[in-house]
């Protein structure tokens, strides 16, 4: 209940009681648990580790669920003051919770969709910093229909859809799970992460030196202006000083062409092949802490799979420097970058051209736990800007697009039970104005906020009838305009997108309800104006200890806004429970939805059906984890209303092990 809950900002004076034991298996990925058992903080600071909360999709956050930490019982005095969470390098605001005995650690406002690194950090005494604990996350949009429970890799099979009939009898064989085995002076594993990233990994140290080697798809983290933040199929080595003043990577990816959304159909098509390094150093021992300089060659072509001819290739790098001062507070990091791109391969018949890109961001921590009313308040600003010249190309980073500028501005502030965000941008292609192609213009604007009101130490109880309530509410505007070429190419345009959504739920423990309503318009030069209308429910309820419901609903029309006639119109109704069948030992869960979508060109049905079994067949002991594995599945029908032989089904079997280290490790 709310009333049971006290929290404070991070930094304050509450310390935690002894918090109870936890229950026997959460279902963490070995992988995420060989991370927070790694090689403990430096001598200088008390050696204890954090633990994230699992989210409720297996190994992956919503947009908008709460990333929490538990902390352990029984922490040094004074701990609390000195920590600080960083979400992508940069200080984030948190709060304390504290439920009963149990002590957490929670970001105040959740993390956009996309891959995060969160890292949980001590100050110690004298200087320096311990690290307590560091974790990949990663945040999706809202499931689509059949999406909720199950593994990303649901969502991969409508690119299907959109193929002749003849290529959709594709079976995925895909599933989330690792294994690690180590030493004292090496570790070896495997980890799969549905089908966006898998390797194998081995990791070894002697003396002064750690390497690392990575078989399969992954992410370099070496992501900037020459390459993307992509997972791709390939190797890597790495090497690394032991006090992590210097770090090495070589690298050879690939990507190899496939069906859209499908990565277990292959098609004869060009090859993309990467090979490149990555260096970065601390090259100052008293400014370890505060400066990062780093550099990035790749060099890359495209193949033809059925000729095994060069089409493209070209080379790239870049040099960027990351700097941190005034307690963190401040933040700046620049990044150039050159590339030569041959179009043809070197086939002679165009000339390699050779650009240039550059970036810049700066970070500012205006206020930090400023105390306003008895609570603290913090404010982040932001400022990112890109320019990627006319001819700049990398391979390892296709998605950069040349003669493109970008800047954006960014606020984030919280107090007390608030949280106020806000994005102001622009983009603008063709920005060196060549006479052959239109300069195309985009600015857009987002606003959100949120309230979720609890009650701090010597604070009175919210009342019972609020329980543990959330108030969401967000805006965004986004204005584009095209103008045409000097030749007179491309046609002027203009248009603008308004979107606005309010949400609201709270919590009761034993149930709760959330409700969302969004409002938007989108119009263009010529009058015409489309309205969206869009409605959400959803509830929670536990029939006794052993059964929970979670109903949910949503429906959205998009009308003409001059004729008031309908052009759009969906909704969907859903149903999930989760069931324990036989205490600590057996669990399951089913989700069904059923859905509708109709417009001018016709009414299409989806219904889908997934559901997990659970098995606790392992309990924890003091020198040994708990073990459990899990059976999930999902089929889902869509069928055109009045279209004869035209029904689809996709279906998933999916065989998960999940393990868990006991408490106090």
Do not use: C
């Not at 105040?108 to 974790?135: C, D, F, K, T």
């Not at 199929?233 to 690939?254: I, K, Y």
């Not at 420097?321 to 620049?334: A, H």
């Not at 003409?560 to 205490?583: D, F, H, Q």
């Amino acid at each position: 209940m709310a009333g049971n809950v006290t929290t404070a900002s991070l930094g304050s004076s509450v310390l935690p009681g002894r918090a109870r034991r936890r229950r026997r298996f959460e279902p963490f990925t070995l992988s995420l648990l060989l991370m927070l058992v790694g090689p403990g903080p430096a001598a200088a600071a008390a050696e204890w580790i954090s633990r994230l909360q699992p989210p409720a999709e297996a190994y992956f956050w919503l947009a908008g669920e709460p990333v929490v930490l538990r902390l352990p019982p029984d922490l040094p005095e004074g701990t609390l003051d000195r920590l600080a969470l960083e979400l992508n390098g940069a200080p984030v605001a948190a709060s304390l919770e504290r439920q009963g005995e149990t002590t957490a650690l929670r970001l105040q406002a959740p993390p956009e969709p996309g891959s995060h690194e969160l890292r949980l950090v001590e100050a110690l005494e004298g200087g320096g910093r311990s690290e307590h604990g560091r974790w990949r996350i990663e945040v999706r949009e809202a499931a689509a229909l059949a999406g909720r429970g199950q593994d990303a890799a649901a969502s991969r099979m409508t690119g299907l859809l959109d193929e002749p009939r003849e290529d959709r009898a594709v079976e995925v064989v895909t599933g989330d799970g690792s294994a690690t085995l180590k030493d004292e002076r090496w570790e070896a594993g495997v980890e799969s992460k549905g089908s966006e990233e898998y390797q194998m990994q081995l990791r070894f140290r002697d003396g002064e030196i750690a390497s690392e080697a990575k078989l399969g798809r992954q992410n370099l983290g070496a992501q900037g202006l020459v390459v993307e933040d992509a997972a791709r199929p390939g190797a890597s080595l790495s090497l690394e000083t032991g006090d992590s003043r210097a770090r090495v990577t070589g690298f050879a990816l690939t990507e190899e062409a496939q069906l859209r959304g499908n990565p277990a159909a292959r098609t004869e098509g060009p090859d993309r092949r990467v090979q490149g390094s990555h260096l970065a150093v601390r090259p100052i021992e008293a400014l370890k802490d505060n400066v990062e300089v780093s550099g990035t060659y790749a060099r890359g072509e495209v193949r033809d799979g059925a000729a095994s001819e060069t089409t493209e290739s070209g080379d790239a790098w870049s040099l960027a420097t990351d700097t941190r001062w005034l307690d963190e507070r401040l933040r700046l990091r620049g990044e150039v970058a050159r590339s030569r791109h041959d179009p043809d391969g070197g086939a002679g018949a165009q000339a390699p051209v050779a650009g240039e890109a550059y970036a810049g961001q700066v970070g500012v921590t205006v206020l930090k736990d400023r105390s306003v009313a008895d609570a603290p308040l913090n404010w982040d600003l932001g400022l990112e800007a890109e320019r990627l010249g006319r001819g700049f190309a990398s391979l390892a980073n296709p998605d950069a697009e040349a003669n493109r500028q970008t800047t954006a501005v960014t606020s984030r502030l919280t107090w007390d039970d608030y949280a106020l965000e806000a994005k102001a941008g622009q983009r603008i292609d063709n920005v060196e104005a060549l006479a052959a192609l239109p300069v195309e213009q985009t600015r857009d604007l987002e606003l959100s906020g949120r309230y979720a009101p609890t009650s701090g130490p010597g604070e009175a109880p919210l009342p019972v009838w609020l329980g543990r309530p959330t108030v969401g509410l967000s805006f965004g505007v986004e204005d584009s305009r095209q103008e045409s070429s000097p030749e007179g190419d491309g046609v002027p345009s203009a248009s603008r997108r308004v979107d606005s959504t309010l949400s609201l739920g709270s919590d009761y423990g034993a149930w709760g309800w959330d409700l969302s309503q969004s409002l938007g318009s989108a119009s263009d030069q010529a009058g015409g104006e489309r309205v969206t209308y869009g409605t959400g429910l959803g509830a929670r309820v536990a029939l006794g200890r052993r059964l929970e419901l979670a109903p949910s609903a949503r429906w959205s029309q998009e009308q003409a806004r001059s004729s008031e006639a309908t052009v759009e119109e969906n909704w969907e109704v859903g149903l999930k429970a989760e069931v324990i069948l036989l205490p600590d030992t057996l669990s399951s869960s089913v989700d069904y939805a059923y859905g509708y979508d109709w417009d001018t060109a016709g009414t299409a049905v989806t219904q889908a059906l997934g559901g997990e079994l659970l098995w606790h067949f392992l309990e924890a002991e003091k020198e040994r984890p708990a073990m459990a594995l899990s059976l999930a599945g999902s089929v889902e029908d869509r069928w055109d209303l009045g279209v004869a032989d035209d029904r689809i089904r996709d279906y998933q079997v999916f065989l998960n092990l999940k393990v868990s280290l006991p408490d106090g490790r």
